[in-house]
């Protein structure tokens, strides 16, 4: 009798999922029929996230641009290797000697960065709060009054490139394409604010810039205009002290804020703690400076104070929820320096590789160039990110973890696809936008099976808008 019984669970069960496929066959035949699809490449895959049963796919192998979702990729591996309670530190310590009756070190306080991509970060003030004070308190605590050296910043964790060399050149001055560096604060961003006058067509001021980054100019090139957007973009690449700031701000408007990317996020960092200390009444002789290699630091290092980041489980867990590429790029970094000893791009790309490789994905197709996503150099396949996500879930001991790193329906970039609706069940997914490409990876939970997908679009005609309302019908054929 059991084995009748079970034999009608699997045929009840066969039938929804065949009547499950139809609809969705039929709702991706729609989809792709479409004008605005005349050019467009579709590739979709469906898996059991427990068994790894593929359920149905859509040009599953097609290597495709895959925008954010790459992100999916770069926080599973650095979940995998370095696990979730990994926490970054910086180092403030001094070389030389403090001469105690003058109060003076001879010698100089190094700001040695340990790859910490969220340093001072916005995202997490509560953790970081008053901890350039702290630097401070910790050097006074050593009796310094005076240092007769410098600050130096010693970034040389990772490498000298920030950036990866495929990002786009309108992409590089603002605050979405800051690189990663071995020293990296405040998100390594600025915030620069305009008064625009009433009338549209004419020159915007910039009233000020915070925080002041010594030695920045700007040529302010923006204009009012009716739309009600930001459409004013900042230009210039890392260690480019000259910027120039183009494009349109809505009209009439006493205080709009753009953010923009810091030249030289290590340097800054020297200067601030430099101002900081002589605003306390530690006076600094010489002018601060930024280190590539610990090499040039002979003197043995004197550790004043740590600062820990918070645990890797909730940076990762942000860099999914707000897509933040400069998380990704220090975590792709920081994979490259634990398997390779080099903190760089093309290390980290090489390592992730390696690792999905060895871990049953076959990565033949896969070309990873960074890794948040914003270079169209990238190429993956909705398959490959696929079966990262059904590794996580069946077989990772941090599963749990990694499904609760990804926003749910109404969190973070998640919240656009389905617009306030109801949905059954839930997602909890990655999405990833950027010109002529919108995709969305991860997990739903549905009434009878947990299913893992990747659906990825590029080189459609219609606005992303209306490509996210068509994902999100598509989408919600997984109800049933």
Known sequence: MKKYILLLIALIFSINLFSQT???????????NE????????????????????????????SMVPASVLKVVTTATALEVFG??????????????????????????????????????????????GFISSWVKALKSQGIKHISGTILADASIYDDQPIPTTWIWEDLGN?????????????????VHFKSPLAPNQPTTITS???????LSIRNMVQSAQDNSDNAYVFGGPGQFQREVRGTIPCNRADFSIKASIPNPPLFTAQFLAKTLRKAGISVENAPRMIQSSDTLKQKLTVVVETKSPPLKDIITLTNTYSINLFAEH??????MKYYGEGSTDAGAKAMLDFWSKHGVDTRGMFIVDGCGLSRFNAISAEQITRVLQYMYSHSKYSDIFYSCLPDNNEGTMRSLFSGKTVKGQFRAKSGTMTRAKCYAGYYKGSNKNYSFCVM???????????TNKIASLLETLDY
């Open 22 to 32: 139809s609809v969705l066959q039929k709702k991706i035949q729609d989809f792709l």
């Open 35 to 62: 004008p605005t699809m005349k050019n467009a490449l579709l590739s979709f895959y469906l898996a059991d996230s427990g068994s790894g049963q593929k359920i149905w796919s859509t040009e599953p192998q097609v």
């Open 84 to 129: 979730p309670d990994y926490r970054f530190h910086t180092l403030v310590c001094y070389n030389g000697k403090i001469d105690y009756q003058t109060h003076t070190l001879k010698g100089n306080v190094i700001i040695k960065g340990g790859g910490d991509p969220a340093l001072g970060s916005h995202f997490f003030k509560d953790h970081y709060d």
């Open 175 to 191: 605050y979405y394409g800051a690189g990663a560096t071995g020293l990296s604060i405040f998100d390594n961003m600025y915030t």
């Open 209 to 215: 810039i915070e925080p002041e980054i010594p030695g």
């Open 331 to 336: 975590l792709l970094k920081h994979i490259g």
């Open 457 to 467: 679009l590029n080189n459609f005609s219609d606005t992303s808008k209306q490509v």
